[in-house]
């Protein structure tokens, strides 16, 4: 299997410009998961899927932020506009649902100048 | 919502002692407990977990202890190596929930 997939892995972009990162979960697994991580905040959940549906977008901060998983094989993560402070290292997670490991994928570290 | 508090946030000791890192959480319904170590610039690493029915569990020099009541957990990593170095998450989570991390202890060993 080749894991949790996302991409791009590096993102700069300018403030005010929108930013689409992208996941492709483990196949099979039922729940997927969006991170991120800061030096300031840590790692932060923003927002988990249960097949296919959003359950908890509590953590998303703003609502320039806003997460879709059309189908099992794939979720995006939109931010616009982006601001500087979105800078941060965004991670996608995989499960097969209920108290088990969640599986990570590389990330994908957004730079906003 | 759960909090979860980690504790040192820096820990060096001498390659081949002990290393040990504890936690609290406050949600009482969280049941499930990993820890995840991560290098620079990877992703994280889950490399030991515990649910909430067991008190105890180990998996080599690495071990995870579970006090429900109390709401805390601790992991135990023994003769450390070189290695091991890394920054080292807790995190808790009810059921199918995400996870809730704590900030994250770097472990450093001294050769």
């Known amino acids: 299997d080749a894991g949790v997939i996302q991409s791009p892995r590096h993102e700069v972009t300018e403030m005010g410009q929108e930013v689409t990162l992208r996941c492709k979960p483990i196949?099979?697994?039922?729940?997927l998961f969006w991170y991120r991580q800061t030096m300031m905040r840590g790692l932060e959940l923003l927002i988990y899927?249960?097949?296919?549906?959003?359950?908890?977008d509590s953590g998303m901060p703003e609502d320039r932020f806003s997460a879709k998983m059309p189908n099992a094989s794939f979720s995006t993560l939109k931010i616009q506009p982006s601001e500087p402070r979105d800078s941060a290292v965004y991670f996608c997670?995989?499960?097969?649902?209920?108290?088990?490991?969640?599986?990570f994928g590389p990330g994908t570290r957004l730079t906003v100048t | 919502g759960e909090n979860v508090e980690q504790h040192p946030s820096t820990l060096s000791v001498q390659e081949g002692d002990s290393a040990v890192i504890k936690c609290t959480y406050s949600?009482?319904?969280?049941?499930?407990f990993p820890w995840y170590k991560q290098e620079l610039g990877k992703r994280p690493q889950l490399i030991i977990d515990i649910r909430s029915n067991v008190g105890e569990k180990k998996d080599q020099r690495i071990a995870v202890t579970l006090n429900k009541t109390a709401k805390h957990f601790s992991l135990h990593i023994t003769e450390t190596q070189p290695e091991d170095s890394a920054v080292y998450f807790c995190?808790?989570?009810?059921?199918?929930?995400?996870?809730?991390f704590g900030k994250g202890t770097h472990l450093i060993i001294q050769p």
């Open positions: 997670a995989s499960g097969a649902g209920g108290p088990r490991e969640q599986y």
């Open positions: 995190a808790a989570r009810r059921g199918a929930d995400g996870l809730t």
């Open positions: 196949s099979g697994h039922n729940s």
């Open positions: 949600d009482s319904a969280s049941n499930y």
């Open positions: 899927f249960n097949n296919n549906v959003p359950i908890d």
